[in-house]
């Protein structure tokens, strides 16, 4: 087994497919050469003006008409082969192909005519995709046998022990070959058959050895960055315990459970508590990057993208109503917005960017939510009329740790992080995300900004199977 499969093929999936790949190139690559086949003979016949005897043209067209019986079993059984190393595997059907094929040729180069044949250059066709195909001790072995059994039917013609069919009207006088002609066509023959087999074999050999090398590669990089962020998740959920018990203090003072305190000390502690909500912010928003990163989880559910946003904005209402902003919602899609995703993510987007508005909103502002649809996405579009994003940051805003250059002198305080955790969960679910600045509700002081989040209305087979690398982190 280890001849034709080799070990390190055994848990290479990309491989396996690559040999699937090719049998179906081959099979359908067969279905031109059995009609090439007939093509021969009526064009030779009718075009090029060639006598073909009665058993050259049953012999052909027996050939021909194998090779689609043949190629139709190979496409029906390709289908049931599964690629499981231990047992009879797609790399076995590949070697029946290209024995199957080596067959059919032989008879056809037998029946044209042997070293008159102008169809015997197909058997270095097949070296090399044997060569691509198949480990080098199977392909040698079979690239000596198909030498030696065209030099044995040389010989046997030679001798008279099988017939000639020369194909009338290919050669205008009949030549006859000496014998030493024989054997430096069988020379020469083989010489090109076994140095196309060490080149392609050996061209190949090198692919898939770099391309073991760059697999091994990027499993190191995937284990490095598994203990990165397994390290990083560890330090930060440290520093984070005590930054919540520095928080739990300073808001038992600043609801005076240990006594009255003056207006400095208070606007000093609210200060403080800010800071320290937006380091616990800060330290969130790592630990959900970390955990998108480091877990493969999916917890696709279906939900309504609509009432998802509205629970988001729920949860903001203090803030809204703290700041009097006027927060408007727009229906253009008046339908529900089924979508098929990890629900918990997708409000973590929503509370990433509705938070953004209030935050970087004045007092007394507006915000709108609008729902849209076009022919592949549910669109939802996040407006305000805030302090909005320069021109030269919009390509840069998804960046990790990336702040607006506007952002240096405002009040409020951010990670950085928040819009970069938005753009790889809207990734991992197939979808876009766009920023416009200025926004249609920009005013001459105050450009706002608009968030275009378009998620695939269409729930194909895709979204279904394809495996995404998620994680649900805590809001």
Known sequence: MSLLVPDWTYNYSEFWNTIRRRNLWLIKIRYFAAIGLLSFLFLGKFLFQLN????????????????????????????????DPVKFNCMHLSLLQMLADLVSLMLLIYYTGLIESPLYVFFIFHMVIGSMILPGVIIYSICA????????????????????HSIKGLLVNPVNYTLSYDIIFVLVFGMLMFLTVIIANRMARNLLKREEQLRFALEQLNNAEITKQ?????????????????KSLVEVILKKYLGPINGSVEEKLMRINLRVDEGLELINNVLRISRLKLLEQTFFEYFDLKETFRETIKQKN?????????????????????????????????????????????????????????????????????????????????????????????????????????KEIISYHNGEIEVESPSKLSSDNRPGVCFIVKLPATLGDNMLTEKVSLIRGKI
Not at 230 to 246: D, L, N, T
């Open 52 to 83: 073909f005897t009665n058993v050259q043209i049953t012999s052909i067209s027996a050939i021909a008409f194998s090779i689609f019986l043949y190629n139709v079993f190979f496409q029906v059984i390709r289908k049931y082969i599964l690629c």
């Open 145 to 164: 046998v198909v030498v030696f059994v065209y030099s044995l039917l040389i010989h046997f013609q030679r001798i008279d022990i099988i017939p000639t």
């Open 230 to 246: 397994k390290y990083i998740m560890g330090v930060v959920h440290e520093i984070k315990s005590p930054i919540a018990a520095i």
């Open 318 to 422: 203090d803030l809204i109503s703290s700041k009097l902003l006027d927060v408007k919602i727009v229906e253009n899609f008046q339908n529900g917005m089924n979508y098929y995703g990890d629900k918990a993510l997708i409000s973590l987007v929503f509370s990433n960017l509705i938070s953004n508005s209030i935050k970087y909103t004045d007092n007394g502002g507006t915000i709108w939510i609008e729902f849209d649809k076009d022919q592949s996405y549910y669109i939802i579009k996040i407006i305000d009329d805030g302090i909005g994003i320069p021109e030269k940051d919009l390509k840069k805003v998804f960046e990790q740790f990336y702040r607006g250059s506007n952002l240096k002198d405002y009040k409020s305080e951010g990670s950085g992080l928040g819009l970069s955790l938005v």
